[in-house]
């Protein structure tokens, strides 16, 4: 079956069309992955080192045709779009010097000349399934530590993004020996198929089909991580600048229209909740809304015709259930799948757009009266990715910031933004099995052996 890409600000625009991996593809792929993950595991820890590190001179050297190439197919504004891009060559110069890095422990023996050691070693062929929005820096955030450790890797990237991950593909064939990363395009098929093949498995997306992937690695017996959903919170005090915090929350509720995991849909306000809500509808109104490829622009297209139903439906039902549509909650005029950034207040916590991740350009505004609420409206969804705090009080920072059931906390930050040699990773709902990235990554690719060596005379 044929796959098409198109780009979500001129549909017109089709970026790719190229047929789906079917099960018997995905498995060829599997046992020529299988052949090279052997050599490559074998091969001196410096050689996978220096493969990495061209593999990301590779990128570096295309960073503005492969910037240009994400501001076309997936809609990122171009300025997040380079940094992207950037990022992904920072992640793969990162792991090629973790490729170097100690590789187990030693413990103490039953005599002093006995020697116990845990070594790690690769687990052979990892399956990435990824989604559309990081289309450069998920993949490699994944891949980098899988091929660092002395894995093969096969990704199957979101149909969304296809163009870009077959890009990246020949972008580091070079660097790297045949088979060793591979691309599989295709969707849900494409994907079960490759879970029947791995060895381990990661993915990144929706917490409907994490949830499904996690049952069915577990079933084979392999394991997993899924990074899901997220509906985060940034928690403002009555200390804080409410124009300083609104700025921040504006940026990362409606930044790349929304549609990161670690947007903020929440703006929790502890007290008087005037200063904040004006602020923060003032800066929203102030985001540039448009053509991605603009400089300027912070709020691009939303990904597809659905998505976009999704956020105007969002805004409509919100209103229906009394809720204060404080600007947005329409479509853009334009071709492209364009919505107005959206804000809703006067709902209260339980209200679904307070409990549901929409993943696009709308955040409602709740009111809480002190510390407590706000911790327990905070807490009161399936999700736990990331959550903030806005106020000038250090201990009031760190007291509230203990108490959040998320796996990041920022204080005085956006909830968005990543930092790739940090674990990265939520907790309920949003994550499940290890942690990804920084020196977190190495659980999810490599499994430890014991060895014990005793002296031959015992
Ligand atoms: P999605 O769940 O629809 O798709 C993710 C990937 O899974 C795609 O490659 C898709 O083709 C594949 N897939 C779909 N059905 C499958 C099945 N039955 N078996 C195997 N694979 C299947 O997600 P999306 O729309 O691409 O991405 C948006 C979602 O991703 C949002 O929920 C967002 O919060 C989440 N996300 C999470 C993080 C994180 O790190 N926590 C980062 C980015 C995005």
């Not at 102030?286 to 053509?291: E, I, K, R, S, Y």
């Not at 409509?316 to 071709?335: I, M």
């Not at 790739?420 to 490599?446: I, W």
């Given at each position: 079956m044929a796959l098409v890409s198109r780009s979500?600000?001129?549909?017109?625009?089709?970026v790719v069309e190229v047929e789906e991996a079917d099960a018997e593809a995905v498995a060829g792929a599997a046992e020529q992955g299988r052949a090279a993950a052997r050599r490559w595991a074998a091969a001196p820890a410096l050689e996978r080192s220096a493969a990495l590190g061209a593999a990301a001179d590779a990128l570096a050297g295309a960073a503005a045709e492969t910037t240009e190439l994400m501001v076309r197919e997936v809609g990122k504004p171009v300025s997040e779009a380079g940094a992207e891009v950037a990022r992904g060559v920072g992640i793969l110069r990162y792991y090629a010097q973790q490729a170097l890095d100690p590789d187990g422990e030693t413990y103490p023996g039953p005599g002093p000349a006995a020697l116990l050691l845990a070594r790690r070693r690769p687990r052979g062929v990892a399956g990435l399934i990824t989604p559309w929005n990081f289309p450069v820096a998920i993949p490699l955030w994944k891949a980098a530590p899988a091929l660092a450790f002395g894995n093969a890797v096969l990704l199957k990237p979101s149909p969304d993004a296809t163009g870009l991950a077959l890009r990246l593909a020949e972008l580091l064939a070079p660097a790297l020996p045949d088979g060793l990363f591979q691309v599989l395009p295709g969707g849900a098929g494409t994907g079960k198929a490759l879970l029947d093949q791995v060895d381990c498995l990661s993915f990144t997306g929706s917490v409907a089909v994490g949830r499904q992937v996690a049952v069915a690695a577990t079933e084979r017996g392999i394991p997993s991580q899924a990074e899901m959903g997220g509906l985060n919170a940034s928690i403002v005090l009555p200390d804080a600048d409410p124009g300083r915090a609104a700025t921040v929350v504006a940026g990362a509720a409606m930044g790349y229209a929304g549609q990161k995991c670690t947007a903020t849909s929440r703006a929790i306000v502890v007290g008087d909740p005037g200063p904040f809500t004006e602020a923060l509808v003032a800066a929203v109104r102030d985001l540039a809304v448009g053509d991605p490829a603009e400089r300027s622009t912070v709020v691009g297209p939303v990904i597809t015709e659905q998505a976009m139903r999704r956020v105007t439906e969002a805004a409509e039902e919100a209103a229906a259930a009394g809720g204060r549509v404080l600007t947005g909650g329409k479509t853009l005029d334009g071709k492209g799948w364009f919505v107005a950034p959206t804000l809703v207040d006067s709902l209260g916590p339980d209200a679904r757009l307070a409990q549901e991740?929409?993943?696009?350009p709308i955040a409602v505004v709740l009111a809480v009266a002190d510390e407590d609420e706000a911790v327990a409206v905070a807490n009161g969804v399936p999700y736990g990715l990331v959550g903030s705090v806005f106020t000038r009080d250090l201990d009031r920072a760190l007291g509230l910031a203990a108490r959040l059931d998320t796996g990041m906390i920022r204080v005085n930050a956006p909830t968005s933004g990543v930092d790739f040699h940090a674990p990265f990773g939520g907790e309920k709902d949003s994550s499940f099995g290890p942690r990804e990235q920084g020196k977190a990554a190495r659980e999810l690719y490599t499994s430890t052996r014991t060895v014990t060596v005793l002296p031959h005379g015992g």
């Amino acid at each position: 079956m044929a796959l098409v890409s198109r780009s979500p600000q001129r549909p017109d625009d089709l970026v790719v069309e190229v047929e789906e991996a079917d099960a018997e593809a995905v498995a060829g792929a599997a046992e020529q992955g299988r052949a090279a993950a052997r050599r490559w595991a074998a091969a001196p820890a410096l050689e996978r080192s220096a493969a990495l590190g061209a593999a990301a001179d590779a990128l570096a050297g295309a960073a503005a045709e492969t910037t240009e190439l994400m501001v076309r197919e997936v809609g990122k504004p171009v300025s997040e779009a380079g940094a992207e891009v950037a990022r992904g060559v920072g992640i793969l110069r990162y792991y090629a010097q973790q490729a170097l890095d100690p590789d187990g422990e030693t413990y103490p023996g039953p005599g002093p000349a006995a020697l116990l050691l845990a070594r790690r070693r690769p687990r052979g062929v990892a399956g990435l399934i990824t989604p559309w929005n990081f289309p450069v820096a998920i993949p490699l955030w994944k891949a980098a530590p899988a091929l660092a450790f002395g894995n093969a890797v096969l990704l199957k990237p979101s149909p969304d993004a296809t163009g870009l991950a077959l890009r990246l593909a020949e972008l580091l064939a070079p660097a790297l020996p045949d088979g060793l990363f591979q691309v599989l395009p295709g969707g849900a098929g494409t994907g079960k198929a490759l879970l029947d093949q791995v060895d381990c498995l990661s993915f990144t997306g929706s917490v409907a089909v994490g949830r499904q992937v996690a049952v069915a690695a577990t079933e084979r017996g392999i394991p997993s991580q899924a990074e899901m959903g997220g509906l985060n919170a940034s928690i403002v005090l009555p200390d804080a600048d409410p124009g300083r915090a609104a700025t921040v929350v504006a940026g990362a509720a409606m930044g790349y229209a929304g549609q990161k995991c670690t947007a903020t849909s929440r703006a929790i306000v502890v007290g008087d909740p005037g200063p904040f809500t004006e602020a923060l509808v003032a800066a929203v109104r102030d985001l540039a809304v448009g053509d991605p490829a603009e400089r300027s622009t912070v709020v691009g297209p939303v990904i597809t015709e659905q998505a976009m139903r999704r956020v105007t439906e969002a805004a409509e039902e919100a209103a229906a259930a009394g809720g204060r549509v404080l600007t947005g909650g329409k479509t853009l005029d334009g071709k492209g799948w364009f919505v107005a950034p959206t804000l809703v207040d006067s709902l209260g916590p339980d209200a679904r757009l307070a409990q549901e991740e929409v993943f696009g350009p709308i955040a409602v505004v709740l009111a809480v009266a002190d510390e407590d609420e706000a911790v327990a409206v905070a807490n009161g969804v399936p999700y736990g990715l990331v959550g903030s705090v806005f106020t000038r009080d250090l201990d009031r920072a760190l007291g509230l910031a203990a108490r959040l059931d998320t796996g990041m906390i920022r204080v005085n930050a956006p909830t968005s933004g990543v930092d790739f040699h940090a674990p990265f990773g939520g907790e309920k709902d949003s994550s499940f099995g290890p942690r990804e990235q920084g020196k977190a990554a190495r659980e999810l690719y490599t499994s430890t052996r014991t060895v014990t060596v005793l002296p031959h005379g015992g």
